[in-house]
Every structure is written in C-alpha cells, then in structure tokens.
C-alpha cells in the first residue's frame, strides 16, 4: 500500500563495529559464518580440550574452451582462516611433490603459488613451475603451480560420488591471505556477483567437544544447516572410511 514504504539503511544495519567484527571472524558476508565462528571462539573459551579449525573455500565452475568440457573448482585455503589457540591439526594438506610451502600474498601479487590436485595436471598436461589460468563468473586468475597435493576432506566436487570422474576437477589450494578482503577484491573486484554456480562456503572441523555444536547451533537457524563437522562425519572422508578393499 502506497505510504506503508519504510526505507532502511545498510548503515543501520551494519554498523562500523559489525562490519569490523564480520572481519575479525572471516565471515564475508555470511551471518551463518559469523555466527559460527563466534560461536567456536566462546566454546574454546569454555572447554580447555576443544580444538578447531576453519577453512575458506571458494567452489565454482567454468568452460574450458580448449576442450568444451565444464570444470569445476575448488579454492581452498591450505591453512586455516581461523583456529584454536592450541593449533588441531585438522584436515591438514598433503603435499605430494613440490616445495614445502607457501609465502602469504600480497596486494601486489598478481600470480598465486598454489598447489593443484594431480588428476586434474595430468588430464591438462600441466606441470610444476606451470602457470594455471582459472575464470570464475568473468573474473580470471593466475596461479602458479609448485606442487601437487591433496585434502581428504575434497577429494571429489561437494554432492559428487567418490568414484566419479574428476579429471575435470580442479582442486587449488591456496595460502589464506588469498582471502583477505583487500586481495579478494583486486581479483573479484566490486561488480563480482555470486551465483549458484560460484559461491564461497567454509568447513569446520571440530574435535574434543562435549556439546553438540550443531544442537547448539540450532538455536539460530533451521536444523537442516550443519556447520560444524567431525572429522568422520565429513562427506569425503566418511566414504573413504567406508572402502572395503576386496581380495
């Protein structure tokens, strides 16, 4: 109805202390994530065994015009965006061949080092000291290959079968400042939109827990999110647990 209008400002909604705290706690743009994460913080405060660590991931996909075959991706941060004061070791990279680590980047970096899963080089024909060029809705980075590894934690693209053909699936793992907001907007500059195809998730990985984080968790959204996850009750590790090997 004409005059029921009311218009309502991002400034008062997100405030300065707010947006600074969505910062603080790697949210992005997420309440589920800075809730989450919040939430992680004040249970470590509580429980002096409780380990955690979270992990940013962009999933995307994109066309490769070389071949007319549909790529999906994955960028994730090889070390955690945030973590126990007592390190848990969770979900650690494993780096098959290459150096042994990477340097954090700058807002001058224009080619990230990054490690890439090695079914996805070979199908490309792609080696270490290679140069990788990934489109993500409009937005194109380079990274430089200098090594090849693995996280268990995704071994296949989310809501894929672990015997699914992934030789078009591209697994990078990057340092996390990849993810800080002043280098993420260099490369997703201001106009970059998110989409169902191209959106930015975390995995959280909890041990030593007397709650049940996700029981706690559901005091502020539906029942059907889960944020919180055991290493065993993660989707790709919980498949690999459950390989029986025949003979």
Same mark, same amino acid.
């Given at each position: 109805?004409?005059?029921?209008?009311?218009?309502?400002?991002?400034?008062?909604?997100?405030?300065?202390?707010?947006?600074?705290?969505?910062?603080?706690?790697?949210?992005?743009?997420?309440?589920?994530?800075?809730?989450?994460?919040?939430l992680?913080?004040?249970?470590?405060?509580?429980?002096?065994?409780?380990?955690?660590?979270?992990?940013?991931?962009?999933?995307?996909?994109?066309?490769?015009?070389?071949?007319?075959?549909?790529?999906?991706?994955?960028?994730?941060?090889?070390?955690?965006?945030?973590?126990?004061?007592?390190?848990?070791?969770? $979900?650690?990279? @494993?780096?098959?061949?290459?150096?042994? =680590?990477?340097?954090? !980047?700058?807002? #001058?970096?224009?080619? *990230?080092?990054?490690?890439?899963?090695?079914?996805?080089?070979?199908?490309?024909?792609?080696?270490?000291?290679?140069?990788?060029?990934?489109?993500?809705?409009?937005a194109?980075?380079?990274?430089?290959?200098?090594?090849?590894?693995?996280?268990?934690?995704?071994?296949?693209?989310?809501?894929?079968?672990?015997?699914?053909?992934?030789?078009?699936?591209?697994?990078?793992?990057?340092?996390?400042?990849?993810?800080?907001?002043?280098?993420?907007?260099?490369?997703?500059?201001?106009?970059?939109?998110?989409?169902? $195809?191209?959106? @930015?998730?975390?995995?959280?990985?909890? =041990?030593?827990?007397? !709650?049940?984080? #996700?029981?706690?968790? *559901?005091?502020?959204?539906?029942?059907?999110?889960?944020?919180f996850?055991?290493?065993?009750?993660?989707?790709?590790?919980?498949?690999?647990?459950?390989?029986?090997?025949?003979?």
């Amino acid at each position: 109805m004409e005059g029921d209008n009311k218009e309502v400002k991002y400034s008062d909604i997100f405030s300065q202390s707010l947006i600074e705290d969505f910062v603080k706690y790697n949210a992005g743009g997420s309440f589920v994530s800075y809730i989450s994460n919040r939430l992680l913080e004040q249970v470590e405060q509580n429980e002096k065994d409780f380990r955690y660590n979270v992990f940013q991931r962009l999933v995307s996909r994109f066309q490769d015009v070389s071949n007319s075959t549909e790529v999906k991706v994955q960028i994730e941060s090889l070390n955690a965006v945030q973590k126990s004061s007592n390190d848990a070791n969770l $979900n650690n990279l @494993i780096v098959e061949k290459g150096q042994n =680590k990477i340097d954090p !980047y700058t807002i #001058n970096t224009t080619v *990230y080092d990054a490690y890439v899963n090695d079914l996805f080089l070979k199908s490309r024909n792609l080696k270490i000291g290679n140069t990788l060029t990934i489109a993500v809705s409009g937005a194109r980075i380079q990274f430089r290959i200098v090594g090849e590894a693995i996280k268990y934690s995704t071994l296949t693209p989310s809501n894929s079968g672990i015997f699914e053909s992934n030789k078009n699936y591209a697994q990078i793992f990057v340092d996390s400042s990849f993810f800080n907001q002043q280098i993420f907007d260099i490369n997703f500059k201001t106009d970059f939109k998110f989409d169902s $195809n191209t959106y @930015i998730i975390q995995d959280r990985m909890i =041990k030593n827990s007397k !709650y049940d984080m #996700n029981d706690l968790f *559901y005091n502020f959204f539906s029942r059907r999110t889960l944020p919180f996850k055991t290493m065993k009750h993660h989707e790709q590790i919980a498949q690999l647990e459950n390989l029986r090997i025949m003979t």
